[in-house]
């Protein structure tokens, strides 16, 4: 086995670790379950639509589903969705709530079962961090179908509580990440996408919205939080960024 190989196999081993620990709380350990938490997930859920063009009847592959929370948001939309996760806990989780244009299974994003060409959308919120990026982001080419759009939401490196919690192992614990998980700065990632082959790359980034904000604070906060991301320099700092891409036709 080579470096990568054992490598690979290492970060796989922790987050199945990380799957299995967190799966009974995960909605509330990843921020999702707040009030604050609930706004972001249904603005995300918006702009994941919007930026992978996602209609009802299109067949769409989401990368990392966790507990399936976003998965059945998409498939409101009338797509239908194949939802894989690495961890049998977590998908067992999502699976508690079933949806009938969802299919959850267990995947390796790194290595997909599925054919050439078979998705006409692939989109993933807070995964792609958690996984050699490339090598996912090539099994998401393979799979989507040309002219077809990718889309996902990751950590912002940029963000000062981003870059603590992804850079200081003892933060990490504690605040419950996996060992390998980082963040993104956009420009990297968007030259990433394209020597990978991908065109129409946009990489923004948005979100000040804290799930940590109570609930009577929250839309004086998202009116804070749209004139921040509208504001050049202060926007770089935000908590995540958004990223979409097309796979050429020919």
């Known amino acids: 086995m080579s470096i990568n190989q054992r490598q690979s196999e290492i970060r796989k081993a922790h987050e ?79 699976q508690k709530e079933s949806h009938p244009s969802v299919s959850f299974q267990i995947g390796d994003i790194e290595m997909l079962p599925f054919h050439d060409a078979t998705f006409n959308a692939v989109i993933g919120s807070s995964v792609l961090h958690h996984v050699k990026v490339e090598k996912a982001l090539m ?58 082959g991908f065109i129409d790359i946009v990489v923004d980034p948005y979100d000040f919205l804290h799930p940590a904000i109570p609930q009577k604070f929250i839309p004086l906060a998202i009116k804070i939080t749209h004139l921040l991301e509208a504001t050049p320099l202060i926007r770089e700092i935000a908590g995540s960024i958004i990223l979409s891409a097309r796979k050429p036709t020919v």
């Not at 706004?39 to 966790?66: N, P, W, Y």
């Not at 040309?146 to 990490?172: D, R, T, V």
Request: hydrophobic letters at 45%; glycine letters at 8%.
């Open 139 to 196: 099994e998401a080419f393979r799979v989507l179908k040309p002219g077809m759009s990718i889309a996902f939401a990751e950590p912002n490196m940029l963000n000062p509580q981003i870059a603590i919690q992804k850079n200081i192992p003892y933060i990490k614990r504690k605040l419950g990440d996996s060992p390998d998980e980082t963040a993104f700065f956009r420009w990297p990632m968007a030259r990433l996408l394209k020597r990978l």
């Open 16 to 94: 199945l670790a990380h799957g299995k620990l967190l799966a009974p709380n995960a909605i509330e350990i990843w921020g999702w379950g707040t009030p604050a938490g609930l706004e972001r997930a249904r603005r995300r859920t918006e702009l994941l639509i919007e930026r992978a063009s996602i209609q009802s009847g299109m067949k769409v592959l989401e990368f990392g589903c966790g507990t399936g929370m976003f998965s059945r948001r998409i498939a409101a939309t009338g797509a239908v969705l194949t939802a894989v996760d690495l961890s049998p806990e977590l998908i067992a989780e999502a």
